[in-house]
């Protein structure tokens, strides 16, 4: 078997690790179980580009329960777990391409070496995987019948492909399912990027100015997470409604170049590019701390901080300080890229669950339908969504009322008023 990671010699500490993940991970258990009597992807070949945890590790082996073949390689250089890429290698031989802190050609040797394996379906997060196969690896569409995304930004990046007619098999927008996106990227990115900002830097988030650029799911989760750590929070915004929306959680809105004064952290999830510019880091207070949650670190224009920077060090693991031209100091972590992953351990198993249950149900879906699926982009079927919901609600042991025969007719009907 091949397979590229840090050191098969971590497995113990991996093993152990993606059994108490796969313990808050109830709905994807029982979809393992189904798929272990039902094997629904049997001999299917799958290529996941994906971070590299506990909780990815679980998806693969629930993926190979049905079945199927899985690969993985890493997302993003930072994210991978180094102890779970060895788990998987050793204990449940599943091929894994991924080394923490990989250069940027070895991430993209990785995404090869998944498709030499001929992939019929890809599971992407952030569309690397996809760009990359309709660019330098075009000779492999013919063998692909789909893929899902997990990610806003893959997602963006996709619809992008679909418009300009460039998109060259479906793929199913996991991270549009309502499962999806109010509950991980919601509750996951706002605990998960406390959490890497907490271990990067050991500071206190209590009556601290903390900005927030962004204010979609991932920003609603990270500026409620900050304000219940007792920060005074700062929202930037550029789309009106979500600002609004902002200001009436309770929230200051204003451009970024004014909160730039004001911030002891800053964080990015917006999706886009150059949302932290030179001029905003040249006006930051001594001590700012800086970091991105988004997909990518292209959030932080991080080529034009070099250049207004005097001096830098690691000051701690994941943090650079930034010794500016004009006298200041600002702290850079995790190079900017997803501090949630690079610093800590990315989102809670029990949100994965849920988006990891849609991916499950996702890839069974395309396997079963793909010859009637056009080359788009597609949403997740209502009917999955509601499946992973009621499953969860299910293994949280929550019971929920059921419509009456006559509170189902009003809904129905529009005779009856006052
Ligand atoms: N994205 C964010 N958190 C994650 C996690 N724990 N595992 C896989 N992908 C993630």
């Not at 945890?53 to 693969?60: D, G, I, K, R, Y």
């Not at 200001?247 to 150059?274: C, K, N, S, Y």
């Not at 991105?292 to 000051?315: A, M, P, Q, Y």
Request: glycine share 8%.
């Amino acid at each position: 078997m091949k397979y590229d990671i840090k050191d098969p010699g971590l497995k113990e500490k991996g093993v152990l690790k993606t059994e108490w993940a796969n313990m808050a991970m109830p709905v994807l258990n029982s979809i393992k179980k189904r798929f272990e009597k039902e094997r629904p992807l049997d001999g299917l070949t799958l290529a996941a580009c994906l971070h590299v945890t506990t909780e990815t590790a679980s998806l693969a082996i629930t993926l190979n329960a049905g079945g199927a073949k899985v690969l993985l390689c890493a997302s993003n250089p930072l994210s991978t777990q180094d102890e779970v890429a060895a788990a998987l290698v050793t204990e449940y031989e599943i091929p894994v391409f991924a080394i923490k802190g990989e250069d940027d050609d070895t991430y993209y040797d990785h995404i090869n070496a998944v498709i030499d394996e001929k992939p019929q379906i890809t599971l992407d997060d952030g569309a690397d995987l996809v760009s990359i196969l309709h660019s330098k690896r075009q000779e492999n569409l013919p063998n692909i019948i789909g893929g899902t995304e997990e990610t806003t930004t893959g997602v963006i990046r996709l619809n992008s492909m679909a418009n300009a007619g460039v998109l060259k098999y479906p793929i199913v927008a996991v991270n549009d399912a309502s499962t999806k996106h109010f509950f991980d990227n919601r509750y996951g990115t706002g605990q998960s990027t406390i959490d890497g900002v907490v271990r990067a830097t050991n500071r206190l988030i209590a009556g601290s100015v903390f900005v927030v650029c962004g204010y979609g799911w991932c920003g609603k989760g990270l500026a409620m997470r900050a304000s219940g750590m007792g920060a005074n929070v700062i929202v930037t915004e550029v789309d009106p409604l979500m600002a609004l929306e902002a200001v009436m959680d309770g929230f200051r809105v204003m451009p970024i170049l004014e909160a730039a004064e004001l911030g002891d952290f800053f964080v990015t999830v917006t999706g886009d590019i150059h949302v932290i510019n030179v001029e905003c880091f040249d006006k930051m207070k001594e001590g700012a701390v800086v970091a991105n949650s988004g997909h990518f670190n292209v959030e932080l224009d991080l080529d034009g901080l070099e250049n207004i920077t005097k001096s830098k060090r690691e000051i701690r693991d994941y943090v650079v300080e930034h010794s500016l031209k004009n006298g200041k100091r600002i702290y850079i972590l995790g190079e900017g890229r997803l501090i949630n992953l690079a610093s800590a351990e990315g989102h809670p198993s029990a949100v994965m669950d849920m988006s990891f249950a849609n991916q499950a149900l996702c890839v069974e879906y395309i396997m079963k339908n793909h010859e009637d699926f056009d080359n788009k982009v597609f949403p997740v079927p209502k009917r999955i969504d509601n499946e992973s919901a009621r499953l969860k609600l299910e293994s949280m042991g929550i019971i929920i009322d059921k419509l009456t025969k006559e509170q189902r007719k009003y809904l129905e009907s529009w005779e009856m008023g006052t």
